[in-house]
């Protein structure tokens, strides 16, 4: 307990040293390009009291979700195929690879040039950057699923749906909520990038005209906000989900 | 209701995972006719084969060369059963009773069964407890209880009560015993453990090492219900070693 309050002592410090550094720094620099903290935080509230910046989340927020979904249920399914099946595993596995190792910034340009710079072209991009990660992960739940409980589903003659959803996906939930959390962070750094190419409204197409005007003071402002939503949901999503699965651990 | 089983196998083999032209005879000429509501024992040696003759019997392990009937048509798919495993099984993310009510059909649910039977075995104050809070023994219980709920026509335990303290397995052992009583069903009972055999069945069928064939078939006629420290017990298992000292370890001395 000590212990642990210590730590979080600790942590509390750090970002107050943080802070301390990044005023003492914009002190001493040029405050278009070094903003102080409290000229931030008024840039932020103006921002958020205009509607301007809600809006560009709120569209933010809808590709990050719509992309997030559609990777994580297709990495899903194409992960538990390939875990189960040596035949798919070894199709697919090639696939996978490259994807993994096509840079984001590529698929991007290439989705937009083939789909035109539209919505739909926005969303495969995104998707086709995260669902390899998703397959890894859920692959590996999948060949590690105890088989000896499928068993039980067998003996007793459980329906098949009832074997899938009690028998089966508990088993992988904890794969699941990995490639979850994983998605999300990296889906969002990835719309970002998705927006300032291609679409006309967002945090990173807002991020993009900023940086044309060389407006420090907005783009720290969105950032903040921005980072503040995603914690947010790590908080009041994936760790109570997290803790739930986790609830008959002992 | 129970099921009538009537056992043909010629042979079962296994192919070696290392070399796949090697194979393993596990099981021999083996046959054997169970009746309606018997409480059978099988005894053998470890790696006789007996685990794999259950895995053949439940439908697990659907390689064979034979065939296994029930009520003299039926195929395993279309009888209840229920299988004790050596370890409990239980799902870790579902509760105790969640556990024993995910085997069961609507109307079993309705029934109120998954409770009444957790409640006969003492485990009504565990309701809502996960696996990974219970004790071994009670995991057993759970089990049991799980295998009885769901009105088996055909039960099949593979040493079910190994590892457990003399006192708990006892404890199982005449919680099956009574349940059974209650509603008797088929039972088919692994186990290398000639007492245990003999205080349960009504029949026990001992097994060769591999490639197993049954070498004895005895009728256990000790009147129920037994005792545990009963000396017919204790006598009839000398008996059985006396006459043919090497039956456990799978050899026929007499042949």
Same mark, same amino acid.
């Given at each position: 307990?000590?212990?642990?309050?210590?730590?979080?002592?600790?942590?509390?410090?750090?970002?107050?040293?943080?802070?301390?550094?990044?005023?003492?720094?914009?002190?001493?620099?040029?405050?278009?390009?070094?903003?102080?903290?409290?000229?931030?935080?008024?840039?932020?509230?103006?921002?958020?009291?205009?509607?301007?910046?809600?809006?560009?989340?709120?569209?933010?927020?809808?590709?990050?979700?719509?992309?997030?979904?559609?990777?994580?249920?297709?990495?899903?399914?194409?992960?538990?195929?390939?875990?189960?099946?040596?035949?798919?595993?070894?199709?697919?596995?090639?696939?996978?690879?490259?994807?993994?190792?096509?840079?984001?910034?590529?698929?991007? *340009?290439?989705?937009?040039?083939?789909?035109?710079?539209?919505?739909?072209?926005?969303?495969?991009?995104?998707?086709?950057?995260?669902?390899?990660?998703?397959?890894?992960?859920?692959?590996?739940?999948?060949?590690?699923?105890?088989?000896?409980?499928?068993?039980?589903?067998?003996?007793?003659?459980?329906?098949?749906?009832?074997?899938?959803? *009690?028998?089966?996906?508990?088993?992988?939930?904890?794969?699941? *909520?990995?490639?979850?959390?994983?998605?999300?962070?990296?889906?969002?750094?990835?719309?970002?990038?998705?927006?300032?190419?291609?679409?006309?409204?967002?945090?990173?197409?807002?991020?993009?005209?900023?940086?044309?005007?060389?407006?420090?003071?907005?783009?720290?402002?969105?950032?903040?906000?921005?980072?503040?939503?995603?914690?947010?949901?790590?908080?009041?999503?994936?760790?109570?989900?997290?803790?739930?699965?986790?609830?008959?651990?002992? | 209701m129970s099921t009538s089983?009537?056992?043909?196998?010629?042979?079962?083999?296994?192919?070696?995972?290392?070399?796949?032209?090697?194979?393993?005879?596990?099981?021999?000429?083996?046959?054997?006719?169970i009746s309606k509501g018997e409480f059978c024992s099988i005894i053998?040696?470890?790696?006789? +084969?007996?685990?794999?003759?259950?895995?053949?019997?439940? +439908?697990?392990?659907?390689?064979?060369?034979?065939?296994?009937?029930?009520?003299?048509?039926?195929?395993?798919?279309?009888?209840?059963?229920a299988?004790m495993?050596?370890?409990?099984?239980?799902?870790?993310?579902?509760?105790?009773?969640?556990?024993?009510?995910?085997?069961?059909?609507?109307?079993?649910?309705?029934?109120?069964?998954?409770?009444?039977i957790?409640?006969t075995m003492?485990?009504?104050?565990?309701?809502?407890?996960?696996?990974?809070?219970?004790?071994?023994?009670?995991?057993?219980?759970?089990?049991l209880?799980?295998s009885y709920?769901?009105?088996p026509e055909l039960f099949l335990l593979?040493?079910p009560f190994?590892?457990?303290?003399d006192?708990?397995g006892n404890k199982l052992r005449d919680m099956l015993i009574s349940l059974w009583t209650n509603e008797p069903t088929t039972i088919i009972f692994v186990t290398?453990d000639l007492r245990e055999a003999i205080y349960l069945a009504d029949r026990i069928i001992?097994?060769?090492?591999?490639?197993?064939?049954?070498?004895?078939d005895k009728k256990i006629s000790i009147r129920r219900p037994r005792k545990l420290d009963d000396r017919k017990i204790e006598s009839l298992r000398k008996s059985i070693?006396?006459?043919?000292?090497?039956?456990?370890?799978?050899?026929?001395?007499?042949?």
């Amino acid at each position: 307990m000590l212990i642990r309050k210590y730590l979080s002592s600790i942590k509390g410090f750090s970002f107050i040293l943080l802070f301390i550094l990044w005023e003492l720094l914009s002190n001493f620099s040029n405050p278009a390009t070094f903003p102080s903290l409290l000229s931030i935080g008024k840039t932020l509230f103006a921002e958020v009291l205009d509607g301007e910046l809600i809006f560009h989340l709120v569209m933010t927020l809808y590709r990050v979700f719509v992309s997030f979904f559609i990777a994580m249920i297709v990495g899903i399914l194409i992960g538990m195929l390939m875990g189960n099946y040596k035949n798919f595993d070894s199709f697919f596995d090639g696939w996978n690879i490259l994807f993994l190792n096509i840079p984001a910034l590529v698929l991007i *340009i290439l989705s937009y040039i083939w789909f035109g710079l539209t919505e739909v072209a926005a969303i495969v991009a995104v998707s086709l950057n995260k669902i390899p990660n998703v397959v890894v992960t859920i692959r590996e739940g999948a060949k590690s699923i105890d088989k000896s409980l499928l068993q039980v589903a067998f003996v007793y003659k459980v329906s098949n749906l009832k074997k899938f959803f *009690i028998f089966y996906i508990p088993q992988l939930f904890p794969y699941i *909520i990995a490639a979850a959390r994983g998605g999300i962070s990296l889906i969002w750094k990835i719309v970002l990038v998705v927006e300032l190419l291609g679409r006309s409204n967002g945090v990173g197409f807002k991020i993009h005209e900023f940086f044309q005007f060389f407006d420090i003071k907005s783009i720290l402002a969105y950032t903040i906000a921005f980072v503040i939503v995603m914690i947010g949901l790590e908080l009041l999503f994936f760790k109570p989900l997290d803790n739930y699965s986790r609830r008959w651990r002992t | 209701m129970s099921t009538s089983i009537k056992i043909n196998i010629k042979s079962k083999v296994f192919q070696t995972n290392t070399n796949k032209r090697k194979k393993h005879l596990a099981i021999g000429k083996l046959d054997l006719n169970i009746s309606k509501g018997e409480f059978c024992s099988i005894i053998g040696p470890s790696g006789c +084969g007996k685990t794999t003759l259950l895995n053949l019997i439940s +439908g697990l392990d659907k390689s064979l060369n034979g065939k296994i009937i029930f009520d003299k048509k039926k195929q395993v798919k279309d009888i209840r059963t229920a299988y004790m495993f050596q370890n409990p099984r239980l799902l870790p993310w579902l509760t105790v009773l969640e556990n024993v009510e995910v085997v069961l059909s609507k109307e079993q649910k309705e029934s109120n069964r998954a409770r009444e039977i957790l409640n006969t075995m003492g485990l009504e104050e565990f309701l809502s407890y996960y696996p990974s809070q219970l004790s071994g023994g009670m995991q057993r219980r759970v089990a049991l209880a799980r295998s009885y709920s769901s009105q088996p026509e055909l039960f099949l335990l593979d040493e079910p009560f190994v590892s457990l303290d003399d006192e708990m397995g006892n404890k199982l052992r005449d919680m099956l015993i009574s349940l059974w009583t209650n509603e008797p069903t088929t039972i088919i009972f692994v186990t290398h453990d000639l007492r245990e055999a003999i205080y349960l069945a009504d029949r026990i069928i001992f097994l060769s090492s591999a490639p197993s064939r049954v070498l004895m078939d005895k009728k256990i006629s000790i009147r129920r219900p037994r005792k545990l420290d009963d000396r017919k017990i204790e006598s009839l298992r000398k008996s059985i070693i006396s006459k043919n000292k090497k039956i456990l370890k799978g050899v026929d001395t007499n042949a």
